[in-house]
């Protein structure tokens, strides 16, 4: 779709029509209110997003994504960014903490470098601080997130089963949080556990 300004009388009768620049806007939207056409532009920008080799964004990886906030970047009318935050709860130094966990990161290849994926993390970052203790993530991008603010949980981690602490030793290194201002004094070499969840846990 394209945004164009209203044609407008210039003195000598003359007509010009004016093109705005198309300004990414950061859209919040809850899964609920996802239309059915937004789910599959989406999950077309996943699949191209991570490809169909062993990283393909799956069924099950969807199925994190949702239940939450989605930050939506549309530019000219075209989905090209977005972000899901879904809250867990992170259990570390005796905290139980109500936590911003953060999904399905992914910005259109063709316009990645572009500070898009940036602009959904800030808008990402700003409701994590009104909402939750803290945010959490899981990633090897650790450059793109820590420009941001976020800092690698350096401690264990292991998820609670129903028969008890797992360690998951494989994520260890990989979890990242982001300090929110009602976060407690934290620890970052403390051990630290999620709830479960099928699939990956982190
Ligand atoms: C990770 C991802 C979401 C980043 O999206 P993006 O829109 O390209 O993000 P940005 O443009 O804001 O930043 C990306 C990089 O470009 C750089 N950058 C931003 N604007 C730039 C510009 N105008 N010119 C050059 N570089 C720029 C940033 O410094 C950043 O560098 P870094 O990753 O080394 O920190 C995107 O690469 C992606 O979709 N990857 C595949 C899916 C994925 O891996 N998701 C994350 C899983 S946790």
């Known amino acids: 779709m394209t945004v164009k300004g209203s044609a407008s009388d210039e003195g000598g009768g003359r007509y010009l029509a004016r093109t705005k620049p198309h300004v990414p806007v950061v859209r919040r939207v809850a899964t609920d209110d ?5 789910i599959r532009v989406l999950r077309e920008l996943f699949a191209t997003a991570w490809g169909s080799g062993s990283e393909a964004f799956t069924d099950e ?4 994504a949702v239940g939450g906030m989605h930050f939506i970047l549309d530019q000219g009318g075209t989905i090209l960014s977005h972000a899901s935050v879904v809250e867990r709860e992170l259990h570390t130094g005796g905290h139980r903490l109500p936590t911003g966990y953060v999904e399905a990161v992914a910005t259109e290849p063709s ?4 500070g898009l994926g940036s602009a959904v993390m800030r808008e990402v970052d700003a409701y994590i601080d009104q909402s939750f203790q803290l945010g959490a993530l899981g990633t090897d991008r650790f450059a793109f997130y820590e420009r941001l603010g976020w800092v690698v949980w350096k ?3 292991s998820v609670r089963t129903d028969s008890g ?21 934290l620890d970052l070499s403390a051990p630290i556990s999620c709830d ?6 982190w």
């Open 34 to 38: 996802l239309s059915s056409e937004e």
């Open 61 to 64: 990886d969807w199925g994190h």
């Open 155 to 157: 401690g264990p981690t």
């Open 196 to 201: 479960w969840r099928s699939g990956d846990v």
């Open 165 to 185: 602490l797992a360690r998951t030793t494989e994520e260890d290194g990989y979890v990242l949080v982001r300090l929110a201002p009602t976060s407690p004094e």
């Open 111 to 114: 316009h990645h470098r572009q």
